[in-house]
């Protein structure tokens, strides 16, 4: 080999241009070298399209599949704001490239001023038209479609849109009767009013039965009396009611003759229509926030403000004007759990909103990782891409496979809710409960694990994804704490089973039908093609949450024959329904989503889903130790298992830019990162 293009010769060349700048004799064999290798080139972008290879299935049709509805909504929504200068265009990386993003070196009041003024304009595009005035299932899907793409932009716009429609909004909706709906909701639609939801107090969130707020009933003026008795009965975190809610709907224990009669919501005003807070009630900041600074949360006292009879919303139980109490549902329990419906719409619109949240993170990702280079496998090799190291792939793929999925079971519970029936209150309450606590966990997983993969310029607010994770770290315990969701799934479970038990009658509803049927039998050594097989994931997933639903309810039952309350039995049992509540959870997603896959038809779209499903799978058995603790595999299956992950790994990366490229998202709302990042860091572009 000649030496002067050896790895010694490159750095006796490099020697050499340094003692040139120093103005130093070179040795003639250095110059040499020198002359001959020329200026050390940099580094230049290619996008990842350059690269990889043309789609093996058209992106359109996984697209379908994972927006699952109003994709031309959704378009015209995201066209909607990146056409506006109130959505803070930046062009970025050379060209004619551009990105939206609130501007997050704000001030926590200027951030609250720019999304009302962005929802202004959102309201005269006419965005939220027949968002509570129009009766349909289409309508209502089209409004969930419309604020999951508004989440992609931010998540205080969303959450502000949210609290006004979903919470206020729906609570007169579905709470209130025809003297609430004729004057409120037209009004709610078009902001003459700006609606707030006050639920949570200081003192009590998640166990809403303790609020400590009272509206009394004066029989003689008809009017309730709601008076703040303590500082712990103070209203918390009520999203709109810092600066601009000139309404709430107030929770509160209801007494009508020295009698509690339990939660009732009630409409109360708390500002003039100039903005002032009306008198007997005091409202406090809860100041600034690791994440959703553009949302004016604040604190409510109400020191005996009266509110007209009228202001109950009666829909369930109302009171007459000589203070009687009458109710359409005779049963406390069932009462309280009408009251709480309007949380299970934001229960599905958070859970949805962060798989959307999910798929921006791991588009950045990918596409960084097929554009960024680090090492080299020998001194002349050109340096790698990120995602050709099967390690990055590790850490991104399984990611892509469980957004994938659970876009599908995001589908499955929308679509569920806006056809939903009385008899369905149950079984909503419960999918929406496990749901929920679910895709936001992952969420925040799939944020750090792309943030990390993305290096340092993760860090960088410009390039979303950190800024994020703040941003949505409050999706775990707002619209109630995960961990208690995903104890009332399980508890859920456990009374469907002793249900079946008592009636002697086979299992209907909630995917547990399984029940019904002989234990599956897991073969004994698992090869690929048995691993990839629906039937094996199906059944191992099912073996798994009918044998944990068994000896949670067999633990529960030792509890109780020693003396202890339900409640109680069911509190020491924990781990159990911790591992219950995810079995039933990682089942439903699974199901859910091979019910999607058959509809596809043969051909390399299905063989992809294949892939992805099959990841899932060995992903979360790969993850949990349920599978080895309680003997569902031995522990070379679930070695198998792991090798398997691999494998997948390795063929699902040919399509990994395919798959990010269907989500759908505009690249307006990605970022610098995902594209040219070299020129969006250049010192022509100046300091950001």
Request: proline residues 5%; glycine residues 6%; neutral net charge.
């Amino acid at each position: 080999m000649d030496p002067a293009v050896s790895p010694a010769g490159r750095r006796a060349a490099a020697i050499a241009r340094h003692l040139a700048a120093g103005a130093l004799p070179v040795p003639p064999p250095l110059a040499a070298a020198a002359a001959l290798l020329g200026p050390s080139p940099c580094l230049s972008y290619a996008p990842p399209e350059s690269a990889e290879n043309a789609p093996a299935f058209p992106p359109t049709e996984l697209r379908a599949l994972l927006d699952g509805h109003h994709l031309m909504e959704r378009d015209w929504v995201f066209r909607v704001m990146e056409e506006s200068q109130l959505f803070c265009p930046r062009q970025r990386g050379g060209g004619s490239r551009v990105f939206v993003a609130p501007d997050y070196n704000d001030g926590k009041e200027a951030q609250r001023e720019a999304t009302m003024r962005r929802i202004a304009h959102l309201a005269q595009r006419g965005v939220f038209r027949g968002w509570l005035t129009e009766p349909g299932a289409e309508v209502e899907l089209r409004k969930l479609a419309l604020l999951e793409c508004l989440g992609v932009y931010d998540h205080s716009l969303a959450i502000k849109i949210g609290v006004h429609f979903f919470l206020w909004g729906s609570a007169i909706k579905f709470l209130g009767t025809k003297r609430h709906h004729d004057k409120w909701l037209l009004a709610t639609e078009n902001y003459d009013v700006k609606g707030c939801f006050a639920m949570t107090e200081l003192g009590h969130g998640s166990n809403v039965r303790g609020i400590e707020t009272i509206a009394t009933y004066d029989s003689k003026a008809r009017e309730f009396i709601i008076n703040t008795p303590c500082e712990s009965a103070q209203k918390y975190w009520i999203g709109g009611a810092a600066n601009h809610a000139t309404h709430t709907i107030v929770f509160s224990q209801l007494h009508i003759n020295g009698k509690s009669e339990g939660v009732h919501a009630f409409l109360a005003q708390i500002r003039d229509e100039d903005g002032n807070v009306l008198p007997d009630i005091h409202i406090a900041d809860c100041g600034h926030k690791i994440g959703l600074n553009g949302v004016d949360n604040g604190r409510i006292w109400f020191q005996n403000i009266r509110v007209p009879r009228e202001n109950l919303l009666n829909f369930v139980a109302d009171v007459l004007p000589n203070g009687q109490y009458v109710s359409v549902i005779d049963d406390p329990d069932q009462r309280f759990a009408a009251f709480l419906s309007p949380l299970t719409l934001g229960r599905v619109n958070i859970a949805v909103n962060s798989v959307y949240i999910s798929k921006v993170g791991l588009a950045i990702a990918v596409r960084y990782g097929l554009s960024r280079r680090a090492f080299s496998l020998t001194p002349d090799d050109p340096e790698m891409l990120l995602l050709d190291y099967p390690s990055h792939q590790r850490r991104l793929l399984p990611l892509l496979a469980k957004v994938c999925l659970m876009s599908s079971a995001g589908n499955f519970m929308k679509k569920m809710y806006v056809k939903r029936t009385p008899e369905m209150s149950k079984a909503i309450h419960i999918y929406s409960s496990a749901l929920k606590a679910t895709l936001t966990w992952q969420n925040m997983i799939t944020l750090q694990e792309c943030r990390e993969a993305c290096g340092g310029q993760g860090l960088k607010t410009e390039n979303r994804i950190g800024i994020f994770k703040a941003e949505f770290d409050v999706q775990s315990t707002f619209e109630g704490d995960n961990n208690v969701l995903m104890q009332q799934v399980s508890k859920a479970l456990y009374a469907e089973f002793l249900a079946a038990q008592k009636k002697k009658k086979p299992f209907k509803g909630l995917g547990l039908e399984h029940l019904n049927g002989q234990n599956p039998v897991i073969p004994d050594k698992l090869t690929s093609s048995i691993l990839r097989s629906s039937k094996f994931q199906m059944d191992l997933y099912c073996l798994r949450e009918r044998d944990l639903l068994k000896q949670f309810t067999e633990e529960v039952s030792l509890h109780l024959a020693q003396g202890k309350s339900r409640e109680k039995a069911l509190m020491l049992s924990y781990q159990l329904a911790e591992d219950l509540a995810r079995a039933f959870t990682e089942r439903t997603i699974l199901q859910i989503f091979l019910a999607d896959e058959m509809n596809v038809p043969s051909g390399s779209l299905k063989e992809v889903l294949l892939l992805l499903r099959s990841l899932y799978v060995m992903v979360s058995i790969d993850e949990s130790v349920s599978f080895l603790r309680y003997g569902y595999l031995s522990r070379d299956n679930v070695a198998s298992v792991r090798n398997e992950v691999l494998k997948l790994c390795s063929e699902l990366k040919p399509h990994a830019l395919a798959v990010v490229s269907s989500f759908g998202i505009p690249d307006a709302f990605l970022s610098p990162l995902a594209f040219d990042w070299i020129e969006a860091n250049a010192l022509s572009t100046g300091s950001h």
